[in-house]
């Protein structure tokens, strides 16, 4: 198989070894994919992300997978996606009948609705996958059928809207246990509806592409059309009019993204479009006449930033801006005439699905808004004009409420300070003067664009900053209220300790990592004269650092085998508390450690099946940490407990619900209000019929 290589610039990181894949990951658990995905999207597993939002591949470290659980006991936990990981739900007994998008919300739930004033147009949900089906990789036919991933198998299934029935395309070996486990990921569909190209993760550890028929009742044969050890995922995205090409995207092994086009004709052949600092698109779709590709990417150097969207003929000959702007534009598909391109943007008062004129590979007039509030998640256009996209029911996200510590009872009701995003928000942190709460409001799956939100509890109000990294993790505030530490990584992928100015976003290394030392969850001293962060050393040791800013010295705190999990400091800057699996009994442990010298104090321990989970929050007084404890193998069964660190009785914080909680939980300095995560979402297929003006549209 041939292919025509650009040169690339390689990217520099860390040196140490990665785990390249979920499988990598899962196998060094010792845990089944499903699984891990499920800890990644529930309980903050720290796994990094490539190339693009859509279909991109994964990475993590070993430290940090260490240092989050080594001693994690096997949970038969809820199924999410893979690849555009979802956490899974089981079908909800009641659906709210009439609910709107919130403004730039990613998901939402929808009501099935006849658009006023819109001569037909209607909106409907057409199917809620199993917690094992995954839309999200797949693709809709020309006659509104859906190729997905069946992670119960890892097999790629088509599913067909108006029997209800599906069907296994592939027949994949191996269970998840073990790391040669076959699976399908990312999908397309021929325009005639005949065949299917997919992702393909084989028994020796490397990705390819692969064709198979869509025809038949049986099992079909599939055929190799694309493989590279140069390459570590390539993604195809969709089929070509004429079916001579799949475009495609791609990462290689020096983590530079590709896009391109490889041909079903001439022995699967590479054409790269575009290299080097390719920041990745979330959607590629040929225009019907086969000439183009519509694309959306970031203005900027990073993937972070605003998206437009392009349009590139496929011989690589001229890029063409389609639709630029402020607003965030996001590639949806084209009208079936090629007259239009569809996109998602958030130019009105919400999300709302656009169509610009196209001519000649150029856009002609101004866009039009064809539907308010709608998902940014296309699956595609039929052949007579359907848009069918996922559609993200969320429920997972941040609660507020006030808390009564010593009866263990809230006194208010939980309430949610997001204004949009609702399910991808995370990691709250108050201000010290308890004025704001921080989160993390994550713009897609994989966490790879972020940015700070920031709540006013006096006015209600949410301004966001979008931090000048590629990649940021949880941010705590610094104690003068003016800024946050994280740790990031760089523009150029530089690992360390970030300082992010609360008001503008930038951000300025304050510690970085040393060759293969990672450098993880730092926090200042009250004072801010010092730094504190755990450091992956060799082997399976771990230590508790202090760094004076000043002069640049380090002081080793404690150093612990296998996995120590977050440093938490005591508001008065005496003690570290934190959590850690303990292999030789079988139990977990809070463990409160003296940062100016002293032995460290176990203040509580359970035995399996219940397990503490990494958060130690501290009580604003320092008296006691709160902890989120798991009660039983599943993990269905969870609950916050509060510890005191001078004796007393443990006590159960009764935040009124178990599912989805933790394992963040910040105490307000006022010592009566309590902020955490908890909820579920699930997916579901929605079609958008009637959208485009008759003349418009295939009949």
């Known amino acids: 198989m041939s292919e025509k290589i650009a040169t690339s610039e390689k990217i520099e990181g860390p040196d140490e070894k990665q785990l390249e894949s979920w499988k990598e990951i899962a196998a060094y658990l010792k845990r089944d994919v499903r699984t891990v995905i499920r800890w990644e999207k529930s309980e903050g597993l720290p796994v990094h992300r ?107 299934a088509v599913h067909d809207f108006v029997s209800g029935r599906d069907r296994r395309l592939t027949n994949s070996q191996g269970t998840w246990d073990d790391p040669s486990k076959e699976s399908a990921a990312g999908s397309t569909i021929s325009r005639n509806g005949k065949q299917v190209a997919y992702s393909w993760d084989n028994v020796k550890g490397g990705n390819e592409l692969r064709v198979t028929s869509l025809e038949g009742t049986g099992l079909p044969q599939s055929r190799l059309l694309f493989a590279n050890e140069d390459v570590r995922y390539v993604a195809p995205y969709d089929w070509s009019p004429d079916g001579n090409w799949i475009a495609v995207q791609l990462e290689r092994q020096d983590r530079t993204g590709q896009m391109g086009l490889i041909s079903v004709r001439d022995g699967g052949s590479l054409s790269v479009l575009k290299s080097a600092e ?34 590139l003929a496929v011989d690589g000959s001229r890029e063409v801006p389609a639709v630029v702007g402020s607003s965030n534009d996001t590639m949806m598909g084209w ?25 000649d590979g150029r856009p002609q007039g101004t866009p039009e808004l064809m539907k308010p509030e709608i998902s940014r998640f296309s699956l595609g256009v039929s052949a007579s004009g359907s848009l069918y996209s996922r559609v993200i029911v969320g429920g997972r996200d941040i609660q507020v409420a006030t808390a009564d510590f010593e009866t263990g009872q809230l006194v ?133 650092v202090e760094r004076d800013l000043a002069t640049g010295n380090e002081r080793e705190i404690i150093r612990k085998r296998y996995n120590p999990f977050a440093l938490n400091l005591s508001p008065d800057g005496r003690f570290i508390a934190t959590t850690y699996n303990d292999r030789s009994t079988k139990s977990s442990v809070v463990l409160l450690i003296p940062v100016f010298g002293g032995e460290p104090r176990e203040l509580l321990r359970v035995s399996q099946p219940q397990e503490l989970m990494q958060t130690a929050a501290w009580m604003p007084d320092g008296r006691a940490v709160i902890v989120d404890k798991v009660l039983n193998d599943s993990g269905t069964e969870r609950e916050f407990w509060l510890v005191p660190i ?27 209000q309590i902020a955490f995560v908890a909820g579920e979402n699930k997916q579901e297929v929605w079609v958008l ?5 008759p003349a418009k549209a295939v009949r």
Not at 83 to 112: E, G, I, K
Not at 343 to 359: H, M, N, Q, Y
Not at 439 to 468: D, F, H, K, L, M
């Open 412 to 544: 208010s009701r939980p309430v949610n300070p997001a204004k949009s995003f609702m399910g991808f928000n995370q990691g709250p942190d108050w201000s010290p003067d308890g004025k704001y709460l921080s989160y993390v409001s994550n713009r897609n799956w994989g966490g790879t664009n972020r940015v700070i939100a920031i709540w006013s509890a006096e006015t209600g109000q949410v301004r966001e900053i979008q931090p000048t990294l590629n990649y940021f993790g949880g941010p705590r505030w610094a104690p003068d209220g003016r800024s946050f530490i994280a740790q990031g990584e760089d523009l150029k992928n530089r690992d360390g300790a970030y300082r992010i100015d609360a008001q503008t976003g930038e951000a300025t290394p304050i510690a970085m990592s040393e060759t293969g030392l990672r450098l993880q969850e730092p926090i200042w001293s009250p004072d801010g004269k010092r730094l504190y962060y755990r450091k992956n050393l060799v082997t399976d040791d771990y230590s508790f």
């Open 335 to 359: 009208s079936p005439d090629g007259k239009y391109l569809l996109f998602a943007s958030d130019r009105g008062a919400t999300v709302g699905l656009w169509a610009v004129p196209i001519a």
């Open 50 to 156: 490539h190339l693009h939002q859509s279909r991109s591949s994964v990475y993590a470290y070993p430290s940090e997978i260490n240092a989050w659980s080594a001693t994690r006991q096997q949970r038969r936990e809820e199924v999410a996606a893979w690849r555009r990981p979802v956490p899974a739900l089981a079908f909800a007994a009641v659906l709210m009948l009439s609910l709107l998008l919130v403004a730039d919300a990613p998901y939402s739930t929808y009501a099935a609705q006849q658009v006023p004033g819109s001569s037909g147009m209607a909106s409907r949900r057409v199917w809620t996958p199993s917690p094992d089906a995954d839309p999200s990789s797949g693709a809709i036919s020309p006659d509104g059928r859906l190729v997905y991933t069946d992670w119960e198998t890892g097999d790629l």
């Open 646 to 672: 001078t004796g007393g009785q443990h006590r159960k914080i009764d935040v009124g619900t178990t599912t989805g909680l933790g394992p963040m939980v910040r105490v307000h300095p006022d010592g009566r």
């Open 278 to 311: 390719w920041q990745g698109a979330h959607e590629l779709f040929f225009s019907p006449d086969g000439k183009y590709l519509g694309f959306d990417a970031p203005v900027g150097e990073s993937a972070n930033d605003q998206r437009d969207v392009f349009l």
């Open 689 to 693: 019929e009637n959208f485009l003006p």
